[in-house]
């Protein structure tokens, strides 16, 4: 199975407000992010996926079946853990991780032995008789996603799984959840408003800009259909001449400072660059095509969702 989701233009409406407008957009293996601001619709999708809601329109698969229909034969292949804090606070981590682990059908030995060998995978295996009430912010959120993968779910959705962590605590589950989608083979869709964490772990990504999908793709397909930039960093002459002479041969020029940014639309540019460089009499001290990052992907997709 290439996508393990495939959602066509699918609306899902909360009253007068539209959580998703006609999103389309396909999961992939491995460790996909699910990028978008704060609102955007990530946690509806994610609900739409375990068919805890029913689409207003459009048609979803998921694992190659479909949600709402078959939600029960869905939810059993797939591992959740929720964004905000549900945990029983007077349950140790091993009990509460050993009784979501036999819901899912494991014999109650079986489910034992898997909590404790997935709590020691996490890390937890020394805390794993503590209540869940004594725990750090970061242990819990461990403990979430060992009850994610406990039952050795196809898929295991994430929702802020760094909530509340500071900056070593991110960077450990991070590596964890990584580790779930490259070393256990548990595909993983990893919902987050954070950029850089989306860029250190996934092998793809959706972003999502007020209900509809407006990029998505492999981070490295993503790089590559952005426009690309030729930077020129002017050491002697004047940089608004550079400008005005590409800009009547036609190319998308600006200055930014003692730099000319100039779009490379094609390998034309590269010629009329030079030849406008020698006859403005203009030294230069670099010049770079830029490598296009996620973050302009994401901020060009933000702009061309706010425009439409």
């Known amino acids: 199975m290439s996508a393990v989701i495939e959602a066509r233009d699918v609306i899902k409406r909360w009253g007068a407000t539209t959580a998703l407008n006609r999103a389309s957009l396909s999961v992939g293996r491995g460790v996909t992010g699910l990028l978008g601001a704060n609102g955007a619709g990530k946690t509806t999708f994610l609900g739409l996926v375990l068919g805890m809601h029913r689409a207003d329109g459009g048609s979803m698969s998921v694992l190659g079946m479909d949600p709402w229909s078959q939600g029960l034969e869905v939810r059993a292949l797939i591992g959740y853990a929720p964004e905000h804090d549900a945990l029983p606070p007077d349950v140790t981590a091993h009990d509460l991780v050993r009784h979501l682990a036999q819901i899912h059908g494991l014999p109650r030995r079986e489910a034992t032995a898997r909590a404790s060998d997935v709590l020691y995978e996490l890390g937890l295996g020394e805390e794993r008789f503590r209540q869940i009430g004594t725990m750090s912010t970061g242990q819990k959120q461990r403990v979430k996603l060992a009850q994610a993968i406990a039952h050795d779910p196809r898929l295991v959705l994430l929702d802020e799984p760094t909530n509340g962590l500071d900056p070593m605590q991110r960077d450990e589950m991070l590596a964890l959840v990584r580790k779930v989608g490259h070393q256990l083979g548990i595909d993983v869709v990893l919902s987050s408003h954070l950029l850089d964490e989306v860029e250190r772990v996934s092998d793809s990504v959706v972003i999502l800009d007020a209900g509809r999908t407006v990029a998505g793709g492999t981070i490295g397909e993503l790089e590559t259909r952005a426009e690309a930039e030729l930077v020129v960093e002017v050491d002697t002459g004047d940089v608004r ?42 030294g230069i001290r670099r010049l770079e095509r830029r490598r296009t990052s996620l973050q302009d992907v994401y901020l ?7 425009e439409s």
């Open 300 to 306: 060009a997709a933000g702009a061309a969702g706010a």
């Open 241 to 282: 001449r550079l400008v005005t002479a590409l800009k009547k041969a036609g190319i998308a020029a600006i200055a930014d400072g003692d730099r000319v940014i100039i779009a490379l639309e094609n390998e034309r540019v590269y010629d009329v660059v030079r030849d406008a460089l020698v006859a403005a009499h203009i």
